[in-house]
């Protein structure tokens, strides 16, 4: 039965957190909810790592294959989406176990992330022929003279942010600034923090080449073909911005060699991974592990 908390299992890519996760849903009663921004997309599976079709029989995963990838899924929407599934999980006396590696969906669940209007692509579109005609420190400036906050804190080379945060000026009349300042609380429950971290990131960075081979061995150029085809997606998405999709995406637009294309998805991955580190470092009251282990976890949950 559940005791009312929620656990939340993190850690950088390829650190193990699915087989780990599928052995807690088996050992403790507990149902997954992925925290993962590109495995919420349909038809991205193999560059995901999304679970296969026998361990999704094992251990069901909530918020994956729930959006096309031409949409831009965010941190509120999945928040709102989290909490609804939470809910679900805990009303049928079981406990949530959210499982993933985008830190800042679990800062906007357990945090609170402001409520910024949606996406506009009637808006946005304008902006991204500015940002490929002017380059992002243009945009940036005239970010600097609408929001002087946000300016400041983003970095004149960030165009994802830049764009953004001019988006949401254009379609509310509001800076960024002033919704940030009116966020809404974040989780106010009992929350278990685990992370796999592994000591070694010689022995991650091995793992993580390993897997970019294996997904292309998989099918992962093919993959990016079929999305490739459709005609209505573009490298500015962020499902296309996702880590090896984008690098794949280049190939296939003939903009980098079969070779440049592995390497930048491996170094890609090892920044992302870097990223995570360091937000995993900021999190308060998490406990590290630096293997995946069942028994160290039943230890945490009893206490």
Known sequence: M??????????????????LAVAMVEA????????????????????????????????????????????????????????????????????????????????????????????????????????AELGAPALHTRLLAIDPVAGARIHPNDPQRIVRALEVHSISGRTLTDFQNQTPPGWDGPVLKIAVMPESREVLHERIARRFHAMLDAGLIEEVEALHRRGDLNPELPSIRAVGYRQVW??????????????????????????????????????VLTKANLDQVQGLLST
Request: glycine share 8%; proline share 6%.
């Open 28 to 131: 403790f009663g507990m149902d997954i909810v992925s925290v993962d921004s590109a495995m919420v997309y349909r038809g991205m599976d193999i560059g995901t790592a999304k679970p296969d079709t026998e361990t999704l029989a094992r251990a069901p995963h909530r918020l994956i294959d729930i959006c096309d990838p031409a949409d831009a899924y965010s941190a509120g929407r999945f928040r709102d989406d989290a909490r609804r599934e939470i809910a679900a999980i805990q009303a049928a006396g079981r406990t949530p176990l959210l499982v993933g590696g985008t830190m800042l969906y679990y800062r906007a669940l357990l945090g609170g992330i402001a409520a910024l209007p949606p996406s506009d692509p009637e808006v946005r579109e304008p902006l991204l022929a500015e940002l």
């Open 2 to 19: 559940s005791d009312g908390r929620i656990v939340c299992l993190m850690g950088p890519t390829a650190a193990g957190k699915t087989d």
């Open 250 to 287: 280049s190939y296939l637009a003939g903009e980098i060699s079969h070779d440049t294309m592995i390497e930048r998805g491996i170094i890609a991955t090892r920044q992302l991974a870097k990223r995570q580190y360091t937000w995993l470092r900021s999190e308060t009251d998490l406990h």
